[in-house]
């Protein structure tokens, strides 16, 4: 009932669940969505059946209390019987529950205590725990390809292209604060695809008195830049805030394709200017999406032109609620008004090639 006891005892908890998880996962599947569930398999509690079982199994340096981190310690999975464990209860899980069809996989302690017990393998500890992480990811994609599978760590502590071999997606940072997420997800796109990129709009700034109340479009304009998701209590909003949040979700799920494998143009950068604005093309190359965002108002000074990139020049362009078509030279050279005023402001452009 709590993150102090209970990690590493894997199985369902019949005083929660006394007609066992499948009663769970058939009322989620009734309300039209799929069914996922979180795991921290490389960790484990103090006060767990498991540790109490094999104390053994943890990385520990010889005559030293091993260091707690969020009351856990991390298991030595490059032993045999540790992951032949963790490959036990994840193919127990999945193979009794065939409706469970994402895996979020978390890990949130770093590794300390990297020992088993001051030998001469120690060195080789850090190398043998990726290699075993990677060959447990490998069978379970094997044996369940039809489950997605996310990986966490603490953030994004552990987005690598190893691990990406097996990834469905990731978790870039917990840090979800729509504004913030601005400079991450622009670092994060360097290197990976937005396909990848999982990004909620979550309640991270709401009644925190040391941010700025994020509106609800500036939340979701950022989120749909990757993965759109959703990570608040939606039982606690309001029909107008549902109706919103239907509004973005349904948007999202049009754009979606463009977004995640299109064509991707950094049009102006957070780090640089008050204005950030990040352009997609989709693959087809008959739509482009473009999301701006302005950080903050400064009196008489006016947001720059929206200069497009990667259009073709003698194509023509429709603005979705404008009459009026437009060279892809005349959006690419003089550009489109942002239209952003206030604090926090953003806009969605949506443009289709005729």
């Known amino acids: 009932h709590n993150d102090r006891a209970g990690l590493g005892d894997w199985y369902v908890n019949k005083e929660k669940f006394p007609n066992g998880l499948s009663e769970l996962i058939d009322y989620v599947k009734q309300l039209g969505m799929d069914f996922g569930i979180w795991v921290e398999p490389e960790a484990v509690n103090p006060d767990s059946d498991l540790y109490r079982a094999h104390p053994d199994w943890i990385y520990r340096f010889k005559n030293q209390e091993p260091v707690q981190m969020r009351n856990q310690y991390t298991l030595n999975i490059s032993k045999k019987e540790v992951k032949e464990f963790i490959l036990a209860f994840m193919t127990d899980l999945l193979s009794k529950h065939k409706d469970i069809t994402f895996i979020k996989w978390d890990m949130n302690k770093p590794l300390t205590d990297v020992s088993m017990g001051n030998t001469a393998q120690d060195k080789e500890l850090w190398y043998k725990h990726a290699q075993a992480l990677y060959e447990i990811w490998g069978t379970l994609r094997k044996k369940f390809p039809y489950v ?19 990834a469905d997606q990731c978790w870039p940072s917990d840090n979800t604060d729509a504004y913030e997420r601005l400079f991450i997800q622009e670092g994060f796109s360097y290197f990976y695809a937005p396909r990848i990129m999982t990004a909620w709009v979550t309640d991270a700034s709401s009644n925190n008195p040391k941010k700025y109340e994020r509106p609800y479009s500036y939340r979701f304009h950022s989120s749909m830049m990757g993965v759109l998701g959703i990570g608040a209590d939606i039982s606690k909003l309001s029909d107008e805030v549902l109706k919103e949040f239907k509004k973005y979700i349904s948007l999202y799920k049009e754009i979606r394709e463009t977004v995640q494998y299109g064509k991707q143009y950094r049009l102006s950068s957070v780090r640089e200017s008050p204005l950030h604005a990040v352009e997609y093309i989709s693959r087809d190359d008959s739509e482009v ?4 965002f302005r950080q903050g108002y400064q009196f008489g000074k006016n947001m720059p032109n929206l200069k497009l990139r990667g259009l073709d020049p003698d194509a023509l362009y429709q603005c979705e609620g404008e009459d009026k078509l437009l060279h892809g030279s005349t959006l690419m050279k003089v550009g489109v008004e942002t239209g952003l005023w206030g604090d926090f402001d953003s806009r969605f452009l949506r443009i289709k090639r005729r």
């Open 148 to 166: 997605d599978f996310e990986v966490c760590s603490g953030g994004g502590a552990r987005i690598d292209l190893g691990i990406l071999r097996y």
């Open 289 to 292: 999406v473009v999301f701006a």
